[in-house]
Protein backbone atom coordinates (compact mmCIF):
# COMPACT_ATOMS: atom_id res chain seq x y z
CA UNK A 1 0.00 0.00 0.00
CA UNK A 2 1.23 3.43 -1.13
CA UNK A 3 0.96 6.77 1.40
CA UNK A 4 -1.25 8.09 -1.24
CA UNK A 5 -3.47 4.79 -0.46
CA UNK A 6 -3.15 4.89 2.93
CA UNK A 7 -3.98 8.34 3.17
CA UNK A 8 -7.28 7.72 1.30
CA UNK A 9 -8.02 4.19 3.23
CA UNK A 10 -7.52 4.73 6.61
CA UNK A 11 -10.18 7.42 7.10
CA UNK A 12 -12.71 5.19 5.42
CA UNK A 13 -11.21 2.56 7.56
CA UNK A 14 -11.76 4.50 10.77
CA UNK A 15 -14.84 5.70 9.59
CA UNK A 16 -16.44 2.39 8.83
CA UNK A 17 -14.76 0.56 12.24
CA UNK A 18 -16.52 3.74 13.90
CA UNK A 19 -20.02 3.31 12.83
CA UNK A 20 -19.88 -0.68 13.08
CA UNK A 21 -18.71 -0.16 17.02
CA UNK A 22 -20.99 2.95 17.51
CA UNK A 23 -24.18 0.32 16.54
CA UNK A 24 -23.42 -2.26 19.30
CA UNK A 25 -23.13 0.00 21.71
CA UNK A 26 -26.21 1.93 20.76
CA UNK A 27 -28.05 -0.97 19.82
CA UNK A 28 -27.10 -2.49 23.37
CA UNK A 29 -28.18 1.04 24.93
CA UNK A 30 -31.63 0.78 23.48
CA UNK A 31 -32.32 -2.71 24.78
CA UNK A 32 -31.43 -1.53 28.07
CA UNK A 33 -27.75 -2.24 28.80
CA UNK A 34 -25.87 0.91 29.60
CA UNK A 35 -22.65 -0.74 30.50
CA UNK A 36 -21.02 0.20 26.60
CA UNK A 37 -22.53 3.87 27.33
CA UNK A 38 -20.42 3.56 30.83
CA UNK A 39 -17.25 3.17 29.23
CA UNK A 40 -18.53 5.66 26.68
CA UNK A 41 -19.22 3.64 23.56
CA UNK A 42 -22.31 5.41 22.44
CA UNK A 43 -20.08 7.68 20.74
CA UNK A 44 -19.32 8.46 17.13
CA UNK A 45 -15.70 9.91 18.33
CA UNK A 46 -13.42 6.91 16.80
CA UNK A 47 -10.99 7.14 19.41
CA UNK A 48 -13.22 5.20 21.78
CA UNK A 49 -13.58 2.69 19.66
CA UNK A 50 -9.71 2.07 18.04
CA UNK A 51 -7.82 -0.70 19.92
CA UNK A 52 -3.76 0.15 20.27
CA UNK A 53 -3.42 -3.79 19.00
CA UNK A 54 -5.94 -3.52 15.98
CA UNK A 55 -4.44 -0.36 14.86
CA UNK A 56 -0.56 -2.01 15.84
CA UNK A 57 -1.97 -4.73 13.56
CA UNK A 58 -3.56 -3.22 10.31
CA UNK A 59 0.32 -1.99 9.95
CA UNK A 60 2.01 -4.98 10.66
CA UNK A 61 -0.69 -8.01 9.41
CA UNK A 62 -2.58 -4.81 6.72
CA UNK A 63 -5.65 -5.88 8.49
CA UNK A 64 -6.60 -4.68 12.16
CA UNK A 65 -9.71 -4.57 14.79
CA UNK A 66 -11.57 -2.33 16.94
CA UNK A 67 -12.12 -2.29 20.76
CA UNK A 68 -14.83 -4.61 21.41
CA UNK A 69 -17.83 -3.06 22.79
CA UNK A 70 -18.46 -4.74 26.49
CA UNK A 71 -21.81 -5.98 26.97
CA UNK A 72 -24.07 -7.06 29.95
CA UNK A 73 -26.20 -9.76 28.70
CA UNK A 74 -27.62 -9.82 32.80
CA UNK A 75 -29.15 -5.66 31.29
CA UNK A 76 -30.99 -7.29 28.77
CA UNK A 77 -34.59 -8.34 29.08
CA UNK A 78 -34.85 -11.01 27.08
CA UNK A 79 -30.63 -12.05 26.75
CA UNK A 80 -31.06 -14.15 23.83
CA UNK A 81 -33.30 -11.74 21.62
CA UNK A 82 -31.23 -8.67 22.53
CA UNK A 83 -28.19 -10.23 21.85
CA UNK A 84 -28.81 -11.26 19.42
CA UNK A 85 -29.92 -7.76 17.80
CA UNK A 86 -26.92 -5.76 19.10
CA UNK A 87 -24.78 -8.48 18.04
CA UNK A 88 -26.43 -8.00 14.28
CA UNK A 89 -26.54 -4.08 14.94
CA UNK A 90 -22.87 -3.84 13.79
CA UNK A 91 -22.89 -5.47 10.35
CA UNK A 92 -26.22 -4.11 9.77
CA UNK A 93 -24.95 -0.70 10.77
CA UNK A 94 -22.65 -1.56 7.87
CA UNK A 95 -25.40 -2.25 5.29
CA UNK A 96 -26.86 1.03 6.47
CA UNK A 97 -23.62 2.65 5.55
CA UNK A 98 -23.32 1.14 2.24
CA UNK A 99 -27.02 1.84 1.40
CA UNK A 100 -26.41 5.81 2.64
CA UNK A 101 -23.17 5.50 0.06
CA UNK A 102 -25.55 4.49 -2.62
CA UNK A 103 -27.98 7.52 -2.03
CA UNK A 104 -25.22 9.99 -1.88
CA UNK A 105 -23.22 8.12 -4.83
CA UNK A 106 -26.62 8.53 -6.92
CA UNK A 107 -26.05 12.54 -6.06
CA UNK A 108 -22.25 12.88 -6.57
CA UNK A 109 -22.30 10.93 -9.83
CA UNK A 110 -22.61 13.70 -12.15
CA UNK A 111 -19.35 14.76 -12.67
CA UNK A 112 -19.09 16.62 -15.17
CA UNK A 113 -22.31 19.05 -14.23
CA UNK A 114 -20.54 21.06 -12.00
CA UNK A 115 -17.36 22.56 -13.79
CA UNK A 116 -13.96 21.77 -13.89
CA UNK A 117 -13.46 21.94 -9.98
CA UNK A 118 -16.76 21.00 -9.41
CA UNK A 119 -16.35 17.45 -11.16
CA UNK A 120 -12.61 17.09 -9.33
CA UNK A 121 -14.94 17.24 -5.82
CA UNK A 122 -17.50 15.15 -7.23
CA UNK A 123 -15.20 12.61 -8.69
CA UNK A 124 -13.53 12.75 -5.05
CA UNK A 125 -16.28 12.48 -2.93
CA UNK A 126 -17.40 9.71 -5.09
CA UNK A 127 -14.43 7.57 -5.05
CA UNK A 128 -14.44 8.33 -0.97
CA UNK A 129 -18.00 7.02 -0.62
CA UNK A 130 -17.00 4.19 -3.19
CA UNK A 131 -14.06 2.98 -1.26
CA UNK A 132 -16.21 3.05 1.90
CA UNK A 133 -19.07 1.34 1.24
CA UNK A 134 -16.04 -1.31 -0.26
CA UNK A 135 -14.70 -1.57 2.82
CA UNK A 136 -18.32 -1.81 5.00
CA UNK A 137 -18.91 -4.24 2.82
CA UNK A 138 -16.09 -5.94 4.12
CA UNK A 139 -16.62 -5.34 7.54
CA UNK A 140 -19.65 -6.41 7.71
CA UNK A 141 -18.76 -9.87 5.05
CA UNK A 142 -15.78 -10.41 7.99
CA UNK A 143 -18.26 -9.91 11.01
CA UNK A 144 -21.10 -12.34 10.15
CA UNK A 145 -18.53 -15.37 9.89
CA UNK A 146 -19.55 -17.63 12.70
CA UNK A 147 -16.05 -17.60 14.18
CA UNK A 148 -14.98 -15.95 17.86
CA UNK A 149 -14.43 -12.52 18.89
CA UNK A 150 -16.89 -11.81 15.13
CA UNK A 151 -20.47 -11.07 15.68
CA UNK A 152 -20.93 -14.00 13.84
CA UNK A 153 -19.92 -16.45 16.81
CA UNK A 154 -22.46 -14.37 18.94
CA UNK A 155 -25.37 -14.55 16.33
CA UNK A 156 -25.46 -18.14 16.02
CA UNK A 157 -25.61 -19.66 19.71
CA UNK A 158 -28.97 -17.11 20.08
CA UNK A 159 -30.20 -18.59 17.72
CA UNK A 160 -30.35 -22.41 18.55
CA UNK A 161 -32.53 -23.39 20.58
CA UNK A 162 -30.90 -24.56 24.32
CA UNK A 163 -27.53 -22.86 23.26
CA UNK A 164 -26.14 -19.83 25.90
CA UNK A 165 -25.02 -17.16 24.41
CA UNK A 166 -21.73 -16.92 25.80
CA UNK A 167 -18.45 -18.67 24.94
CA UNK A 168 -15.90 -19.71 27.10
CA UNK A 169 -12.67 -17.28 26.83
CA UNK A 170 -10.12 -19.94 25.95
CA UNK A 171 -12.08 -20.76 23.14
CA UNK A 172 -12.29 -17.46 21.91
CA UNK A 173 -8.81 -16.93 21.74
CA UNK A 174 -8.15 -20.16 19.92
CA UNK A 175 -10.65 -19.51 17.48
CA UNK A 176 -8.78 -15.93 17.10
CA UNK A 177 -5.40 -17.07 16.37
CA UNK A 178 -7.23 -19.46 13.89
CA UNK A 179 -9.12 -15.96 12.55
CA UNK A 180 -5.52 -14.13 12.37
CA UNK A 181 -3.56 -17.26 10.67
CA UNK A 182 -6.39 -17.23 8.29
CA UNK A 183 -6.80 -13.55 7.24
CA UNK A 184 -3.02 -13.53 6.94
CA UNK A 185 -2.77 -16.35 4.62
CA UNK A 186 -5.52 -15.13 2.63
CA UNK A 187 -7.07 -18.23 2.98
CA UNK A 188 -10.16 -15.70 3.57
CA UNK A 189 -9.51 -13.64 0.60
CA UNK A 190 -11.96 -14.97 -1.67
CA UNK A 191 -14.91 -14.28 0.49
CA UNK A 192 -14.01 -10.40 0.33
CA UNK A 193 -13.06 -10.58 -3.28
CA UNK A 194 -16.87 -12.15 -3.69
CA UNK A 195 -18.13 -9.36 -1.66
CA UNK A 196 -16.23 -6.45 -3.04
CA UNK A 197 -17.16 -8.07 -6.50
CA UNK A 198 -21.04 -8.32 -5.36
CA UNK A 199 -21.57 -4.78 -4.22
CA UNK A 200 -18.88 -2.88 -6.84
CA UNK A 201 -21.72 -4.76 -9.30
CA UNK A 202 -24.83 -3.42 -8.15
CA UNK A 203 -23.49 0.27 -6.51
CA UNK A 204 -24.13 3.40 -8.91
CA UNK A 205 -21.44 4.58 -11.38
CA UNK A 206 -20.33 8.07 -11.65
CA UNK A 207 -20.06 9.63 -15.11
CA UNK A 208 -16.43 10.00 -14.71
CA UNK A 209 -16.39 6.40 -14.35
CA UNK A 210 -18.53 5.40 -17.38
CA UNK A 211 -16.17 7.51 -19.49
CA UNK A 212 -13.11 5.81 -18.14
CA UNK A 213 -14.38 2.64 -19.04
CA UNK A 214 -15.80 3.44 -22.27
CA UNK A 215 -12.36 5.49 -23.23
CA UNK A 216 -10.28 2.08 -21.95
CA UNK A 217 -12.47 0.13 -24.44
CA UNK A 218 -12.33 1.87 -27.02
CA UNK A 219 -8.75 2.25 -26.41
CA UNK A 220 -8.99 -1.60 -26.59
CA UNK A 221 -11.26 -1.87 -29.53
CA UNK A 222 -8.92 0.67 -31.61
CA UNK A 223 -5.64 -1.49 -30.90
CA UNK A 224 -7.88 -4.60 -31.89
CA UNK A 225 -8.72 -2.80 -35.01
CA UNK A 226 -5.38 -2.13 -35.36
CA UNK A 227 -4.09 -5.78 -34.91
CA UNK A 228 -6.78 -6.84 -37.16
CA UNK A 229 -5.33 -4.48 -39.68
CA UNK A 230 -2.02 -5.62 -39.75
CA UNK A 231 -3.32 -9.59 -40.42
CA UNK A 232 -5.00 -8.35 -43.34
CA UNK A 233 -8.61 -8.32 -42.27
CA UNK A 234 -9.74 -5.17 -43.34
CA UNK A 235 -13.63 -5.65 -43.13
CA UNK A 236 -13.49 -7.12 -39.65
CA UNK A 237 -11.00 -4.02 -38.65
CA UNK A 238 -13.83 -1.09 -40.18
CA UNK A 239 -16.37 -3.61 -37.92
CA UNK A 240 -14.27 -3.17 -34.69
CA UNK A 241 -13.35 0.49 -35.35
CA UNK A 242 -16.93 1.29 -35.86
CA UNK A 243 -17.70 -0.34 -32.41
CA UNK A 244 -14.81 2.13 -30.91
CA UNK A 245 -16.62 5.12 -32.15
CA UNK A 246 -20.04 4.00 -30.90
CA UNK A 247 -17.94 3.92 -27.26
CA UNK A 248 -16.16 7.25 -27.76
CA UNK A 249 -19.56 9.19 -28.95
CA UNK A 250 -21.11 7.66 -25.55
CA UNK A 251 -18.13 8.60 -23.37
CA UNK A 252 -18.11 11.94 -25.50
CA UNK A 253 -22.12 12.50 -24.74
CA UNK A 254 -21.40 12.55 -21.14
CA UNK A 255 -18.42 14.25 -21.26
CA UNK A 256 -18.42 16.74 -24.49
CA UNK A 257 -14.88 18.58 -22.99
CA UNK A 258 -13.12 15.66 -22.77
CA UNK A 259 -10.23 16.64 -25.73
CA UNK A 260 -8.73 12.86 -25.57
CA UNK A 261 -11.75 11.52 -26.76
CA UNK A 262 -12.49 13.94 -29.46
CA UNK A 263 -8.90 13.41 -30.52
CA UNK A 264 -9.22 9.67 -30.46
CA UNK A 265 -12.78 9.59 -32.16
CA UNK A 266 -11.75 11.95 -34.57
CA UNK A 267 -9.00 9.74 -35.18
CA UNK A 268 -11.21 7.01 -35.69
CA UNK A 269 -13.79 8.78 -37.31
CA UNK A 270 -11.14 9.51 -40.04
CA UNK A 271 -10.15 6.23 -40.38
CA UNK A 272 -13.24 4.80 -41.34
CA UNK A 273 -13.52 7.81 -44.13
CA UNK A 274 -15.87 10.03 -42.10
CA UNK A 275 -13.70 13.18 -42.81
CA UNK A 276 -16.29 15.94 -42.07
CA UNK A 277 -17.57 14.51 -39.30
CA UNK A 278 -13.61 14.00 -38.07
CA UNK A 279 -12.80 17.62 -39.09
CA UNK A 280 -15.55 18.72 -35.97
CA UNK A 281 -14.26 16.40 -33.03
CA UNK A 282 -10.56 17.71 -33.36
CA UNK A 283 -11.32 21.38 -34.23
CA UNK A 284 -13.14 20.50 -30.46
CA UNK A 285 -10.08 18.82 -29.49
CA UNK A 286 -8.17 21.99 -30.60
CA UNK A 287 -10.09 24.06 -28.89
CA UNK A 288 -10.20 22.31 -25.18
CA UNK A 289 -6.12 21.67 -25.49
CA UNK A 290 -4.21 24.20 -27.89
CA UNK A 291 -0.77 22.89 -27.12
CA UNK A 292 -1.03 19.11 -28.12
CA UNK A 293 0.72 19.07 -31.42
CA UNK A 294 -0.60 15.56 -32.41
CA UNK A 295 -3.52 17.42 -33.00
CA UNK A 296 -2.95 19.63 -35.22
CA UNK A 297 -1.21 16.86 -37.19
CA UNK A 298 -4.42 14.89 -37.28
CA UNK A 299 -6.50 17.82 -38.77
CA UNK A 300 -3.59 18.29 -41.30
CA UNK A 301 -3.95 15.03 -42.18
CA UNK A 302 -7.92 15.23 -42.13
CA UNK A 303 -7.47 18.29 -44.13
CA UNK A 304 -5.66 16.50 -46.58
CA UNK A 305 -8.09 14.20 -46.89
CA UNK A 306 -10.46 16.88 -47.77
CA UNK A 307 -8.52 18.50 -50.24
CA UNK A 308 -7.60 21.70 -48.00
CA UNK A 309 -4.04 21.63 -48.45
CA UNK A 310 -2.98 25.13 -47.36
CA UNK A 311 -4.81 24.56 -44.26
CA UNK A 312 -3.04 21.16 -44.13
CA UNK A 313 0.48 23.12 -44.60
CA UNK A 314 -0.61 25.59 -41.69
CA UNK A 315 -1.54 22.63 -39.23
CA UNK A 316 1.71 20.61 -39.82
CA UNK A 317 3.47 24.15 -39.33
CA UNK A 318 2.07 24.82 -35.88
CA UNK A 319 2.63 21.17 -34.84
CA UNK A 320 6.47 21.26 -35.95
CA UNK A 321 6.40 25.07 -33.58
CA UNK A 322 4.71 23.10 -30.97
CA UNK A 323 7.59 19.71 -30.99
CA UNK A 324 10.37 22.62 -30.99
CA UNK A 325 9.04 24.48 -27.77
CA UNK A 326 8.61 21.03 -26.69
CA UNK A 327 12.27 20.31 -27.24
CA UNK A 328 13.22 23.51 -25.59
CA UNK A 329 11.87 22.97 -22.59
CA UNK A 330 13.50 19.84 -22.27
CA UNK A 331 10.38 18.01 -22.15
CA UNK A 332 10.10 14.85 -23.45
CA UNK A 333 9.49 15.31 -27.49
CA UNK A 334 6.83 13.91 -28.20
CA UNK A 335 6.69 12.34 -32.04
CA UNK A 336 3.85 12.50 -34.74
CA UNK A 337 2.09 9.04 -35.47
CA UNK A 338 3.78 7.21 -39.02
CA UNK A 339 0.41 6.13 -40.12
CA UNK A 340 -2.69 8.04 -38.32
CA UNK A 341 -4.64 7.02 -41.26
CA UNK A 342 -5.04 3.61 -39.83
CA UNK A 343 -3.67 3.76 -35.83
CA UNK A 344 -5.03 6.60 -33.91
CA UNK A 345 -4.50 3.46 -31.48
CA UNK A 346 -1.36 3.76 -31.63
CA UNK A 347 -0.84 7.18 -30.87
CA UNK A 348 -3.87 7.47 -28.33
CA UNK A 349 -1.68 7.07 -24.95
CA UNK A 350 1.10 10.01 -23.88
CA UNK A 351 3.52 6.51 -24.05
CA UNK A 352 2.49 5.65 -27.71
CA UNK A 353 3.53 8.80 -29.68
CA UNK A 354 7.01 7.69 -28.87
CA UNK A 355 6.71 5.04 -31.43
CA UNK A 356 6.53 6.91 -34.03
CA UNK A 357 9.11 9.42 -35.74
CA UNK A 358 9.34 12.45 -38.48
CA UNK A 359 6.95 11.53 -40.53
CA UNK A 360 4.79 14.28 -41.40
CA UNK A 361 3.36 13.58 -44.45
CA UNK A 362 1.27 10.20 -43.68
CA UNK B 1 1.17 14.63 27.47
CA UNK B 2 -1.17 11.90 24.92
CA UNK B 3 1.94 11.34 23.02
CA UNK B 4 3.55 10.22 26.47
CA UNK B 5 0.76 8.08 27.52
CA UNK B 6 0.37 6.47 24.28
CA UNK B 7 4.40 5.76 24.19
CA UNK B 8 3.58 3.82 27.80
CA UNK B 9 1.23 2.01 26.33
CA UNK B 10 2.80 0.83 23.12
CA UNK B 11 5.64 -0.17 25.46
CA UNK B 12 3.19 -2.12 27.86
CA UNK B 13 1.06 -3.91 24.53
CA UNK B 14 3.60 -6.75 24.57
CA UNK B 15 3.38 -7.20 28.94
CA UNK B 16 -0.79 -7.61 28.29
CA UNK B 17 -0.21 -9.93 24.86
CA UNK B 18 2.00 -12.47 27.27
CA UNK B 19 -0.13 -11.94 30.32
CA UNK B 20 -2.73 -12.94 27.93
CA UNK B 21 -0.89 -16.31 26.68
CA UNK B 22 0.50 -16.41 30.16
CA UNK B 23 -2.87 -17.40 31.41
CA UNK B 24 -3.72 -20.86 29.32
CA UNK B 25 -1.05 -22.44 31.54
CA UNK B 26 0.16 -20.10 34.58
CA UNK B 27 -1.81 -17.77 36.26
CA UNK B 28 0.87 -16.91 38.69
CA UNK B 29 3.15 -15.74 35.64
CA UNK B 30 -0.33 -13.91 34.16
CA UNK B 31 -0.32 -12.01 36.79
CA UNK B 32 3.05 -11.01 37.17
CA UNK B 33 2.83 -9.83 33.26
CA UNK B 34 -0.01 -8.03 33.53
CA UNK B 35 1.43 -6.37 36.58
CA UNK B 36 4.63 -5.35 34.62
CA UNK B 37 1.46 -4.10 31.98
CA UNK B 38 0.24 -1.74 35.07
CA UNK B 39 3.78 -0.62 35.58
CA UNK B 40 5.19 0.46 32.48
CA UNK B 41 1.54 1.58 31.02
CA UNK B 42 -0.14 2.94 34.19
CA UNK B 43 -3.33 1.87 32.69
CA UNK B 44 -6.12 1.13 35.59
CA UNK B 45 -7.54 -1.28 33.86
CA UNK B 46 -4.53 -3.62 33.46
CA UNK B 47 -4.21 -2.94 37.07
CA UNK B 48 -7.28 -4.28 37.58
CA UNK B 49 -6.60 -7.23 35.34
CA UNK B 50 -3.52 -8.08 37.44
CA UNK B 51 -5.23 -7.84 41.17
CA UNK B 52 -7.71 -10.19 39.38
CA UNK B 53 -4.87 -12.90 38.64
CA UNK B 54 -3.36 -12.54 41.56
CA UNK B 55 -6.31 -13.34 43.70
CA UNK B 56 -6.39 -16.91 41.66
CA UNK B 57 -2.48 -17.27 43.06
CA UNK B 58 -2.51 -15.46 46.73
CA UNK B 59 -4.86 -14.75 49.47
CA UNK B 60 -7.31 -12.46 49.29
CA UNK B 61 -5.05 -10.17 52.36
CA UNK B 62 -2.15 -10.60 50.00
CA UNK B 63 -4.24 -8.83 47.35
CA UNK B 64 -5.47 -6.58 49.21
CA UNK B 65 -2.27 -4.92 50.39
CA UNK B 66 -0.91 -5.78 46.93
CA UNK B 67 -3.85 -3.35 45.46
CA UNK B 68 -3.03 -0.60 48.40
CA UNK B 69 0.64 -0.31 47.21
CA UNK B 70 -0.63 0.32 43.57
CA UNK B 71 -2.37 2.92 44.60
CA UNK B 72 0.05 4.59 46.77
CA UNK B 73 2.07 3.98 43.37
CA UNK B 74 0.14 4.78 40.22
CA UNK B 75 -3.68 6.05 41.92
CA UNK B 76 -6.62 4.85 39.59
CA UNK B 77 -10.22 5.37 40.21
CA UNK B 78 -10.55 0.69 38.82
CA UNK B 79 -7.67 -0.39 41.63
CA UNK B 80 -9.11 2.05 44.32
CA UNK B 81 -12.87 0.48 43.52
CA UNK B 82 -11.16 -3.33 43.44
CA UNK B 83 -9.26 -2.14 46.67
CA UNK B 84 -12.43 -1.83 48.24
CA UNK B 85 -14.72 -4.59 47.49
CA UNK B 86 -11.94 -6.54 48.66
CA UNK B 87 -11.88 -4.07 51.79
CA UNK B 88 -16.04 -4.46 51.92
CA UNK B 89 -15.22 -8.77 51.70
CA UNK B 90 -12.85 -8.75 54.55
CA UNK B 91 -15.59 -6.87 56.56
CA UNK B 92 -13.94 -3.44 57.02
CA UNK B 93 -16.56 -0.99 55.90
CA UNK B 94 -14.98 2.25 57.26
CA UNK B 95 -11.82 1.28 54.72
CA UNK B 96 -14.28 0.33 51.94
CA UNK B 97 -16.28 3.58 52.21
CA UNK B 98 -12.82 5.54 51.96
CA UNK B 99 -11.85 3.77 49.19
CA UNK B 100 -14.88 4.23 47.27
CA UNK B 101 -14.70 7.83 47.71
CA UNK B 102 -11.15 7.60 46.94
CA UNK B 103 -12.27 5.85 43.54
CA UNK B 104 -14.99 8.58 43.24
CA UNK B 105 -12.39 11.46 43.42
CA UNK B 106 -10.12 9.82 41.49
CA UNK B 107 -12.78 9.87 38.49
CA UNK B 108 -15.28 6.71 39.08
CA UNK B 109 -14.76 2.96 37.65
CA UNK B 110 -15.43 1.37 34.33
CA UNK B 111 -16.80 -1.60 35.93
CA UNK B 112 -19.41 -0.91 38.94
CA UNK B 113 -17.57 -1.97 41.88
CA UNK B 114 -18.13 1.21 43.29
CA UNK B 115 -21.85 0.75 43.30
CA UNK B 116 -21.34 -2.71 44.62
CA UNK B 117 -18.91 -1.96 47.60
CA UNK B 118 -21.53 0.92 48.52
CA UNK B 119 -24.22 -1.52 48.30
CA UNK B 120 -22.67 -3.55 50.69
CA UNK B 121 -21.69 -0.58 53.15
CA UNK B 122 -25.57 0.37 53.00
CA UNK B 123 -26.45 -3.54 53.50
CA UNK B 124 -23.52 -3.84 56.44
CA UNK B 125 -25.70 -1.05 58.42
CA UNK B 126 -29.24 -3.01 58.20
CA UNK B 127 -29.90 -6.41 59.57
CA UNK B 128 -33.34 -5.53 58.49
CA UNK B 129 -33.62 -8.14 55.66
CA UNK B 130 -36.27 -6.31 53.43
CA UNK B 131 -34.41 -3.34 54.13
CA UNK B 132 -31.27 -5.35 52.21
CA UNK B 133 -33.42 -6.50 49.35
CA UNK B 134 -34.74 -3.01 49.38
CA UNK B 135 -31.21 -1.83 48.71
CA UNK B 136 -30.54 -4.97 46.10
CA UNK B 137 -33.17 -4.50 44.17
CA UNK B 138 -32.07 -0.64 43.53
CA UNK B 139 -29.37 -1.54 42.81
CA UNK B 140 -30.00 -4.25 40.43
CA UNK B 141 -32.42 -1.44 38.77
CA UNK B 142 -28.86 0.04 37.63
CA UNK B 143 -28.34 -0.58 33.80
CA UNK B 144 -24.29 0.09 33.41
CA UNK B 145 -22.90 -1.93 36.44
CA UNK B 146 -20.13 -4.62 34.48
CA UNK B 147 -21.48 -8.52 34.25
CA UNK B 148 -19.61 -9.14 37.11
CA UNK B 149 -21.20 -6.65 39.11
CA UNK B 150 -24.52 -7.47 38.11
CA UNK B 151 -24.00 -11.50 38.20
CA UNK B 152 -23.20 -10.57 41.84
CA UNK B 153 -26.30 -8.36 42.59
CA UNK B 154 -28.18 -10.86 40.53
CA UNK B 155 -27.29 -13.71 42.57
CA UNK B 156 -27.48 -12.27 45.95
CA UNK B 157 -31.48 -10.67 44.95
CA UNK B 158 -32.23 -14.75 44.40
CA UNK B 159 -30.74 -15.76 47.56
CA UNK B 160 -32.53 -12.97 49.48
CA UNK B 161 -35.81 -13.58 47.15
CA UNK B 162 -35.94 -17.40 47.95
CA UNK B 163 -35.10 -16.41 51.90
CA UNK B 164 -37.92 -14.20 51.98
CA UNK B 165 -40.32 -16.56 50.49
CA UNK B 166 -40.67 -14.64 47.09
CA UNK B 167 -40.30 -17.88 44.90
CA UNK B 168 -41.94 -16.93 42.25
CA UNK B 169 -39.47 -14.27 41.89
CA UNK B 170 -36.63 -16.15 42.83
CA UNK B 171 -37.65 -18.67 40.25
CA UNK B 172 -37.52 -15.46 37.56
CA UNK B 173 -34.56 -14.39 39.00
CA UNK B 174 -32.50 -17.43 38.38
CA UNK B 175 -34.24 -18.12 35.23
CA UNK B 176 -32.94 -14.74 34.34
CA UNK B 177 -29.52 -15.42 35.26
CA UNK B 178 -29.54 -18.99 33.18
CA UNK B 179 -30.60 -17.55 30.32
CA UNK B 180 -26.82 -15.62 29.93
CA UNK B 181 -25.21 -18.32 30.98
CA UNK B 182 -24.35 -21.54 32.82
CA UNK B 183 -24.76 -21.24 36.50
CA UNK B 184 -24.89 -23.56 39.30
CA UNK B 185 -25.54 -21.80 42.02
CA UNK B 186 -28.52 -20.30 40.72
CA UNK B 187 -29.63 -23.62 39.12
CA UNK B 188 -29.76 -25.32 42.69
CA UNK B 189 -32.18 -22.38 43.19
CA UNK B 190 -34.07 -22.58 40.75
CA UNK B 191 -34.09 -26.79 41.71
CA UNK B 192 -35.63 -25.94 45.14
CA UNK B 193 -38.05 -23.51 44.30
CA UNK B 194 -39.53 -26.45 42.12
CA UNK B 195 -39.30 -29.03 44.77
CA UNK B 196 -41.66 -26.57 46.87
CA UNK B 197 -43.70 -26.08 44.90
CA UNK B 198 -43.62 -29.68 44.12
CA UNK B 199 -42.49 -29.93 40.40
CA UNK B 200 -40.39 -32.67 40.62
CA UNK B 201 -39.80 -33.56 37.23
CA UNK B 202 -38.35 -29.83 36.75
CA UNK B 203 -36.02 -30.24 40.24
CA UNK B 204 -34.70 -33.10 39.10
CA UNK B 205 -33.90 -31.27 35.51
CA UNK B 206 -31.86 -28.37 37.76
CA UNK B 207 -30.04 -30.82 39.67
CA UNK B 208 -29.12 -33.05 36.37
CA UNK B 209 -27.75 -29.69 34.99
CA UNK B 210 -26.31 -28.11 38.36
CA UNK B 211 -24.42 -31.66 38.74
CA UNK B 212 -21.43 -29.76 36.80
CA UNK B 213 -20.38 -28.29 39.95
CA UNK B 214 -18.32 -29.40 42.34
CA UNK B 215 -20.35 -31.92 44.80
CA UNK B 216 -19.18 -30.01 48.16
CA UNK B 217 -19.97 -26.24 46.36
CA UNK B 218 -23.45 -28.14 45.07
CA UNK B 219 -24.43 -29.15 48.36
CA UNK B 220 -23.37 -25.87 50.20
CA UNK B 221 -25.84 -24.46 48.27
CA UNK B 222 -28.51 -26.88 48.17
CA UNK B 223 -28.26 -26.94 52.14
CA UNK B 224 -28.93 -23.53 51.98
CA UNK B 225 -31.62 -22.47 49.60
CA UNK B 226 -33.82 -25.69 51.04
CA UNK B 227 -33.39 -24.41 54.45
CA UNK B 228 -34.07 -20.48 53.17
CA UNK B 229 -37.39 -22.39 51.53
CA UNK B 230 -38.22 -23.75 54.26
CA UNK B 231 -37.18 -27.62 53.51
CA UNK B 232 -35.77 -28.84 56.28
CA UNK B 233 -35.46 -32.59 55.52
CA UNK B 234 -33.98 -31.51 52.23
CA UNK B 235 -31.32 -29.26 53.77
CA UNK B 236 -30.53 -32.04 56.54
CA UNK B 237 -30.33 -34.20 53.94
CA UNK B 238 -27.65 -32.05 51.63
CA UNK B 239 -25.79 -31.25 54.72
CA UNK B 240 -25.44 -35.13 55.66
CA UNK B 241 -23.92 -35.82 52.04
CA UNK B 242 -21.64 -32.68 52.54
CA UNK B 243 -20.02 -34.08 55.93
CA UNK B 244 -19.12 -36.90 53.18
CA UNK B 245 -17.25 -34.42 50.81
CA UNK B 246 -16.01 -31.24 53.48
CA UNK B 247 -16.73 -32.00 57.28
CA UNK B 248 -14.92 -28.55 58.24
CA UNK B 249 -17.29 -26.68 55.08
CA UNK B 250 -20.53 -28.81 56.56
CA UNK B 251 -19.61 -27.30 60.21
CA UNK B 252 -19.45 -23.68 58.93
CA UNK B 253 -22.98 -24.66 56.69
CA UNK B 254 -24.14 -25.94 60.28
CA UNK B 255 -23.58 -22.95 61.76
CA UNK B 256 -24.63 -20.63 59.47
CA UNK B 257 -27.98 -22.48 59.51
CA UNK B 258 -28.31 -22.48 62.93
CA UNK B 259 -27.53 -18.65 62.79
CA UNK B 260 -30.43 -18.13 60.06
CA UNK B 261 -32.94 -20.04 62.49
CA UNK B 262 -35.36 -22.60 61.08
CA UNK B 263 -35.95 -20.80 57.80
CA UNK B 264 -39.49 -20.05 56.45
Known amino acids: ?37 RQGRVSFWPGRHLSLLGTLAFFVLRFGWGKPVPVNLY ?59 VVSAILAVINILPVPPLDGSKIWPCLIPGLKPTLKPRTTWLFLGLLVFMLYTGNLAPIFHAAVKTITAVMPVSEG ?6 AKQARAAIAQAEKLLDDGHDAHAADVRARAEVLLSEGLAINPHDGEMRYLRAATRSNLGRHEEALGDIERAIEIRRDDP ?12 LDRPDEARRDRETARALYRVAAQDDAPVPRPPSRPATAPGRSSGRSGRGEEEHAENP | MVLVRLVRQLLALPFSILGTVAGFFSPALAAKLYYAAWLVGRAGQAGLTALAKFLHVEGQDAVRLRAMAMLTRHPSAAIAAFAAALASAAGDMAEAEGLV ?7 GDPEGLTELVEHEIAASRTPDLRERWRLAEALADRRDL ?12 MWLELSQGAFDRARRRAEHILAVADDPQAEIVLETVHAQAGRAAEAARCAARAAAAPP ?47 GR
Open chain 2, 101 to 107: NLARELG
Open chain 1, 75 to 133: NFKRPKRDYLLSSLAGPGANLLTIGVCFVLMLLTRWTYHFGPTGAVWMGLAHMMLRLLA
Open chain 1, 1 to 37: MTLADALVFIPVLIVALTLHEFAHAWTASLLGDDFAR
Open chain 2, 146 to 157: SPTVSKMVLSSL
Open chain 2, 216 to 262: ANRLYWRALASHAAGLGQRSADALAELRDYDAALAERVEAQLAGMGD
Open chain 1, 209 to 214: KRVDYL
Open chain 1, 294 to 305: IYYQWRAHILDA
